[in-house]
């Protein structure tokens, strides 16, 4: 049977003899990472690498380079008969 582990506790307990600075510095670093390593889930949509992602596919789009299916069941069926031949 597996613990669940109450990290704002052991946070809580790691830091309860640092200095008010100290706190500051930690304070910083969380909201650092907090902004850079863990975003919303609209946030991805304004990466450059997603709004590259999206710059192609319209262009691909525009250009024809897309394949059109008439159902979801019928693109899933596509899908899967281009991997079972790979």
Same mark, same amino acid.
């Given at each position: ?6 990290? @704002?506790? @052991? ?7 640092? =200095? ?9 670093? #969380? #909201? ?16 450059? =690498? ?19 299916? =008439? =159902? #979801? ?14």
């Amino acid at each position: 049977m597996s613990m669940a582990i109450d990290y @704002r506790q @052991r946070l809580l307990e790691e830091t309860s003899d640092l =200095s008010p600075v100290e706190m500051e510095k930690i304070y910083q670093a #969380v #909201v650092f990472l907090k902004e850079k390593f863990i975003v919303s889930d609209e946030a991805r949509y304004t990466t450059p =690498s997603w709004i590259e992602a999206e710059r192609e596919a319209t262009l691909a789009h525009e250009r024809g380079g897309l394949k059109v299916y =008439s =159902s #979801v069941d019928e693109m899933m069926n596509a899908i899967l008969s281009e991997t079972e031949t790979e």
